[in-house]
């Protein structure tokens, strides 16, 4: 059976969650529930993709950012002692969160002028459909080959500095 | 198509349009979450009787039933009217929640493993890699979990349960990927079908014993289980819970062992096939069933291995296994084997 979900509702669901959990991310007096909150942030965007028939790469969000990333930052805090990580924090003064918050304005309505301007004369995405993950294969074997071995140069490169790094002298 | 319901009025026949949908009893009955905790429950009696046939004694008993089959239930009561002891200065919210998240975390993934041809609750395209995503959560819940008990012993479990996931995460991604070589699909529905023929763990022999290996580590059990270690931990990342917290906990272990096996039914036994005159789901839980033994019996076998030996193996030996099978695989793929084999 399915469900007939009007898309602006998923959306703005997805959206408040992602913005929320991410200005907690910022916010949070704890760390660690500050790492919580960006964890589920990005799960929030793994939900985007989805809602975009990407779910390949909704997928590889979670088990990358989620499964990954996040689990590094709370092994950072963690290694940081609970005495110390209060001293860390520091909370904005005075002025920065008002410049923030004009900068953020500002790019709002830089973005929603360039939207409004250039909107009506972009070409239509094609459709997405339901693509089959190989064809996501397929694009990036045959139309883009050269940026797809840098890119596997690059991360070899780091594999390679992080050994050197990690080899302790004897 | 149903729509979402416009007034009040609609919302009693849209609740029981949604209550009487196919993939709704699917979800509720089989194969969803009744029958997983079931067969969860059967598990945690099955593994205590093979562990006690092993060594010279009876197992549960007395709880009613042939051999003491009710066992699973008189412990699920008795947990649940135990007080639940939260530790002095414990992060309450986050260790009460987690042991949830846990079991949501274990289950999710049974929507995409498909029991039969149509016992399936979701045909992924990208069912394998939902299956992976979900369980890289774990480690990151343990820990969590552990942090949240501000307690000694299982904040030791959960940075163990952190060494183990960087051990064996990738040589099991890699041997994994042999298999969607093989069946050209990241669907699991479309891994079985490649399998009528040949299952797979003929071709990719080596992949299946670096998989069964990084399962055993990811299921935390012996020669693996660094992160409960009893000897040095109590009872590792698990030590301050207690009552409904710690049933929580283990129905979401056992869980994911019947996910784990189930899996490895999927990839490498060939999933539902077998010969006609049992239904499909059935030769899966068979099937299924025997994996969850051999993942059972080395705990009264083998002893503990240290950290630091896992994560040699892990990246010395099942890493460097993992890849020879790929190119082992694109071998038999461009020779033209496969094709011979019918797969």
Do not use: C
Request: charged share 10%.
């Amino acid at each position: 059976m399915e469900i007939a979900i009007p898309p602006d509702l998923v959306f703005v669901i997805l959206a408040a969650v992602t913005l929320i959990a991410a200005v907690l991310a910022l916010q949070a007096k704890e760390l660690i529930y500050g790492a919580i909150a960006l964890g589920i942030s990005f799960i929030g965007i793994a939900g985007f993709f989805v809602f975009l028939d990407a779910p390949y790469l909704a997928m590889l969000q979670i088990a990358v950012y989620v499964g990954a990333v996040v689990v590094l930052i709370l092994f950072t805090i963690m290694l940081v002692r609970r005495e110390q990580s209060d001293e860390l924090l520091d909370r904005p003064e005075g002025g920065q969160g008002a410049v923030g918050l004009w900068l953020a304005g500002l790019l709002a309505v830089a973005i929603a002028g360039v939207a409004a301007l250039a909107g009506p004369n972009l070409p239509a995405a094609p459709p997405a459909g339901n693509l089959p993950v190989s064809s996501l294969g397929l694009v990036l074997a045959a139309e883009y080959p050269i940026p797809l071995v840098i890119l596997a140069l690059l991360i070899s490169a780091a594999l390679l500095g992080a050994l050197v790094l990690a080899k302790v002298e004897k | 198509m149903v729509n979402l319901p416009a007034t009040p009025a609609d919302l009693i026949p849209f609740l029981f349009a949604v209550i009487t949908s196919h993939t709704f009893i699917q979800i509720i009955l089989f194969p969803g979450f009744i029958h997983v905790t079931l067969v969860t429950a059967f598990l945690t009696w099955y593994e205590r009787k093979i562990i006690a046939r092993i060594q010279l004694r009876i197992g549960p008993l007395y709880a009613g039933g042939p051999g003491g089959i009710l066992q699973p239930i008189a412990d699920g009561v008795k947990l649940i009217f135990k007080e639940v002891m939260i530790p002095y200065k414990a992060d309450k919210p986050l260790f009460l929640a987690i042991p949830l998240a846990l079991v949501v975390m274990a289950a999710l993934p049974f929507a995409v493993i498909p029991f039969g041809q149509n016992w399936v609750i979701a045909n992924l395209d990208v069912g394998l890699v939902f299956v992976f995503a979900m369980i890289s959560l774990f480690p990151l819940m343990i820990l969590i979990f552990a942090w949240a008990s501000n307690s000694k012993y299982p904040f030791l479990g959960g940075l163990r349960s952190l060494f183990q996931q960087v051990a064996y995460e990738i040589p099991m991604w890699i041997s994994a990927l042999s298999i969607v070589m093989l069946a050209g699909s990241l669907s699991l529905v479309d891994i079985v079908n490649a399998q009528a023929r040949i299952w797979f763990i003929i071709p990719a022999f080596l992949s299946f014993i670096v998989f069964f290996i990084s399962v055993m580590a990811e299921l935390e059990r012996l020669p693996f289980d660094l992160p409960t270690a009893e000897p040095e931990l109590v009872a590792g990342w698990f030590t301050e819970s207690s009552g409904a917290i710690f049933m929580l906990q283990f129905l979401a272990l056992y869980m994911k062992m019947y996910l784990m096996s189930s899996l490895v039914t999927v990839l490498f036994l060939g999933g539902w096939w077998g010969p006609a005159f049992l239904p499909q789901p059935v030769w899966f839980i068979i099937k299924t069933l025997i994996v969850a033994t051999f993942i059972i019996i080395p705990r009264a076998v083998f002893a503990r291995i240290r950290v630091d030996m896992l994560i040699r193996i892990g990246w010395t030996r099942l890493l460097i296994v993992a890849l020879v099978n790929v190119f082992l695989t694109v071998l038999l793929i461009t020779s033209g084997l496969t094709a011979i084999l019918g797969m």
